[in-house]
């Protein structure tokens, strides 16, 4: 039986032999070529079973050029194209002309048989790795600007379920590429869904907690993240949102919940939430999504400010479980002054809450503290003016007052995001205006002209 051939195209002459080897030794016959117009010539002159070629190739023909040619050629002979993260744009236009394989620079020679065997074998999986969208995270691209190398293996999606690795774990992203390639209309990037969890971890801080904790009952897990991803569909979702913004906050929410539900202590602390009053847990989660998104909105791109936001959100009321819910169910006008002093103690017992636990930033702790602040120096418990307050308690304080009006309490039937703004406007001095701005950009609603120039200070 004669053996398999294979035409291998790169112009790097030393990587062209490694190929060659690592082909042969694996009893493929192969036909090497460093330039695509020799190997343009050897494919119309032999019978091939297979091409592998780098995607950028020396001189005016590409690999991509060679593929559209060779497919409307001879369209049934396999095409494997070797690609990497500086050719995202042109690994997308592959798919389309019918590549049937993407291999990212640098792979393990192992990686490039089983793509190979496979591919002959005729089997389903192999232009992309054989996941679901649900296993993968998208991301804006702007996240990836601020890291020099990346921590995970990063995807573009081409379509449903189907995702090519363009990126390798530990790589460089040069910034000027991101620039272009947001420049040229590609706005996310995905990473793998446990890869994601792991990369929240670490910008939470939580996996020295996570290692010191019980182990968690993962049924009594599934069961209330599925509680929560209903309330969070039927309480805190709202259609007239930026729908984009709206899918990465859920998805980081959701990942965070992971997270956090993987130890013992933090899924204890999320469910005296959720067991406490009927409102509280809807409440929290959509603080949390809700400045996430308005982070986003401001242009904060750090992944880690972002995590910590969400976190804070979550938790930003933990301090409430230790008050009696008679007193957090009644309208705070009805409140007697002994009664407000109580409620008010909520923030400074959720920072103690939260310094109980080993690992917990203390941006966070600031944050939970702080949420009552207003610039104004109204708020509680300190009266801080505008300077004083951490910039993303500032965050949670519009988030937190939109949360109160948008999902319904034990006290108070919910409004429209529109008639909440209103609400907010009736006190505007109290909020960062820029941030403010950024709640009125998510829901289209129309800025007044002396908020646009101001800046989160
Ligand atoms: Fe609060």
């Known amino acids: 039986m004669s053996k398999t051939s294979i035409l291998v195209v790169d112009d790097d002459e030393l990587f062209l032999g490694v190929l060659k080897t690592v082909l042969e030794k694996n009893g493929f016959a192969v036909s090497a070529c460093g330039d695509a117009q020799g190997a343009e010539h050897l494919f119309m002159m032999s019978e091939y079973d297979l091409v592998l070629s780098d995607i950028r190739l020396n001189g005016k023909i590409s690999g991509i050029d060679l593929l559209s040619r060779f497919k409307k050629e001879r369209p049934t002979i396999p095409f494997i194209l070797m690609t990497g993260f500086a050719q995202i ?4 236009q592959a798919d389309s002309l019918g590549a049937n394989g993407f291999l990212a620079k640098p792979f393990r020679q192992d990686a ?9 074998k005729k089997e389903v999986l192999p232009a992309a790795e054989a996941l679901k969208d649900e296993d993968y995270i998208k991301l804006s691209i702007s996240d990836f600007i601020s890291g020099k190398d990346i921590r995970y293996d990063v995807f573009v999606r081409l379509n449903s379920g189907k995702y090519i690795k363009i990126g390798n774990q530990g790589e460089d992203i040069p910034h000027e590429q991101i620039t272009n390639y947001k420049a040229k209309g590609l706005n996310f990037l995905y990473l793998k869904k446990e890869d994601f969890k792991k990369y929240l971890d670490f910008n939470l801080k ?12 993962s049924q009594k897990k599934i069961n209330f993240l599925k509680h929560t991803n209903e309330l969070i569909l039927q309480k805190v979702f709202t259609e007239t949102v930026d729908k984009d913004l709206m899918d990465q906050g859920v998805t980081i929410l959701g990942s965070t919940l992971e997270v956090v539900s993987e130890n013992d202590d933090m899924l204890g602390l999320l469910e005296a939430l959720n067991s406490h009053t009927d409102s509280l847990y809807a409440h929290s989660l959509g603080v949390a999504l809700y400045s996430g998104m308005i982070a986003r909105e401001l242009s904060w791109t750090s992944m880690s400010t972002i995590a910590k936001l969400t976190f804070a959100g979550l938790f930003h009321d933990i301090g409430k479980k230790e008050i009696d819910p008679a007193i957090l169910k009644k309208p705070r006008a009805n409140l007697t002054p002994h009664e407000v002093q109580v409620y008010e103690t909520h923030a400074a017992r959720g920072m103690e809450i939260l310094s109980q636990l080993k690992g917990i930033s203390t941006d966070v702790m600031q944050i939970v503290l ?39 309490s034990d006290s108070t039937q919910p409004v429209s995001p529109a008639d909440a703004i209103e609400r907010l406007l009736i006190y505007p001095d109290r909020y960062d205006k820029t941030i403010l701005a950024a709640l009125m950009k998510l829901f289209k609603f129309p800025i007044p002209q002396e908020f646009e120039s101001k800046r989160v200070s």
Do not use: W
């Open 112 to 120: 490039l048989v089983v793509l190979i065997q496979s591919i002959l």
């Open 89 to 92: 744009i042109e690994t997308i």
């Open 370 to 408: 702080q949420h009552h602040e207003y610039c104004t120096g109204h708020g509680y418990p300190a009266r801080l003016t505008r300077s004083k307050i951490h910039p993303m308690a500032k965050v949670i304080s519009v988030a937190n007052d939109f949360c109160k009006q948008v999902i319904a």
């Open 206 to 217: 939580l996996s020295s907690v996570v290692t010191k904790s019980k182990q968690v009952d």
